[in-house]
């Protein structure tokens, strides 16, 4: 087990709870990174008392600086300081749960500085999963998944040596709060429905992109990256009750399912123990009370989040990066209630029809990519 991480986006929903596992496991939180919340990483910092603090914004960052000015912390500021408690000594993991691609820098520079990465921070491989991937190989470091479904594949594959033996990899999905609606129960709903899922406390970036289904979507493109797989071999199923996270099929036509409450305190702390198990703090899962576990397929008709994800991946480049950009945009642009939930996903086709992509993996070109998306939704959107 490891024994001094880093957490980056310690504040939010993945953070926290990295917080209370890493706890529970007496691993130490040598640095935190957060963007603006001042209170509650003041708090983080007398609790965990980390040598490095990264605060994306820069007024946020005075104020803490003097809020913990009796402590022996270094407070820092800016995405360059971001990469810096990334790759800071004395730390074996990073765990990034930042939301959006502002994680991609902070991920590159860890692995670049040797150190292992748990992932939350799915963004990361959806517009950089090239480059990630062919870094970590280089540098030999371990890209741990945290995203449940993938943490699941993961558990799955654990004792698979040949990968010839895989047919499928079986991604389920919850199928969000609008499940079962059709395009015009959908064009009614508002910011406050979307925001509320039947089974998972999140951020609520990812609660509206899994409201779109793009969150399914991108994990397609994650397990594209992380499993080295192609985008046929994964399938996508409705499983409402959360209970099954992820499956893998074999060529004997054999299924692993991995199964436990929907809790990210499991793949948390799989990530951190890897590859050993420890007792954890999540509870036990009981399937007797559970009762009935079901499947389905997604309608891909109405949602059509996992297809432009798709033709995003078949087209290849920076198109990934096109379609991520543009739908934290149009996010943004729904959550501040200027645009309506079925624009969501309008926007980001938009996007991907019009704006080309660069045959590259390289950093400058997926920045400039990210760049152009946005400039184009706000330019067309924004109220
Ligand atoms: P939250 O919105 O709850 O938290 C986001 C965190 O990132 C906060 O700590 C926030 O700081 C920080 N942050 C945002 N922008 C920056 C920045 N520019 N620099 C430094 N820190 C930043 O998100 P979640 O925890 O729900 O999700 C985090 C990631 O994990 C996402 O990529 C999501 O897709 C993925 N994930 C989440 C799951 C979940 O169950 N929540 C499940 C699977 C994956 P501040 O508080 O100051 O704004
Ligand atoms: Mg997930």
């Not at 022996?72 to 765990?95: I, K, N, P, R, S």
């Not at 925001?195 to 397609?220: C, R």
């Not at 007792?279 to 559970?290: F, G, K, M, N, T």
């Not at 290849?316 to 739908?327: L, Q, V």
Request: aromatic letters at 4%; hydrophobic letters at 45%.
């Amino acid at each position: 087990m490891v024994k001094t991480i880093s957490v980056l986006g310690s504040t939010g929903s993945i953070g926290a709870k990295a917080l209370k596992i890493a706890k529970n496991l007496g691993i130490d939180v040598a640095g935190l990174a957060v963007f603006s919340n001042v209170s509650r990483v003041e708090e983080q910092i007398r609790e965990f008392r980390p040598k490095k603090v990264a605060v994306f914004d820069e007024k946020a960052a005075k104020r803490l600086k003097e809020n913990v000015a009796d402590l022996d912390v270094e407070v820092l500021c800016g995405m360059d300081d971001l990469c810096e408690v990334a790759a800071m000594d004395g730390v074996e993991m990073v765990l990034n749960s930042v939301s959006g691609m502002v994680g991609l820098r902070p991920t590159l520079c860890a692995i670049n500085a040797g150190k292992d990465v748990a992932l939350a921070n799915k963004e990361t491989l959806v517009v950089g999963g090239s480059l990630v991937m062919e870094r970590a190989r280089a540098t030999e470091v371990k890209i741990l998944p945290v995203d449940s479904e993938h943490s699941a594949i993961f558990q799955c594959l654990q004792g698979c040596h040949n990968k010839k033996s895989l047919k499928k990899l079986i991604l389920t999905a919850s199928g969000g709060p609008f499940f079962g609606k059709n395009i015009d129960e959908l064009r009614a709903v508002t910011k406050r429905d979307a925001l509320k899922h039947p089974n998972w406390s999140m951020g609520s970036k990812i609660t509206i992109d899994s409201a779109t289904m793009m969150n399914k979507g991108f994990e397609v493109i994650e397990a594209v990256w992380l499993f080295d797989v192609l985008a046929d071999d994964i399938d996508v199923l409705i499983h409402r009750e959360s209970i099954v996270h992820s499956m893998v099929e074999f060529c004997d036509n054999s299924v692993i399912a991995q199964m436990g409450v929907p809790d990210m305190g499991i793949p948390i702390q799989y990530a951190l123990t890897y590859p050993e198990r420890v007792p954890s703090i999540v509870e036990r899962l009981d399937l007797a009370q559970v009762g009935k576990l079901s499947f389905c397929k997604p309608d891909n008709e109405t949602f059509k989040g996992i297809d432009i994800c798709r033709a995003a991946l078949k087209a290849g480049g920076t198109m990934p990066a096109i379609i991520n950009a543009a739908n934290e945009e149009a996010v943004g642009l729904f959550l501040n209630e200027e645009i309506s939930f079925l624009e969501i996903t309008e926007i980001v086709q938009k996007a991907m029809d019009r704006i080309k992509a660069v045959n590259s993996n390289s950093l400058d070109d997926i920045l400039a990519a990210d760049a152009e998306a946005r400039e184009f939704v706000i330019k067309n959107f924004k109220k």
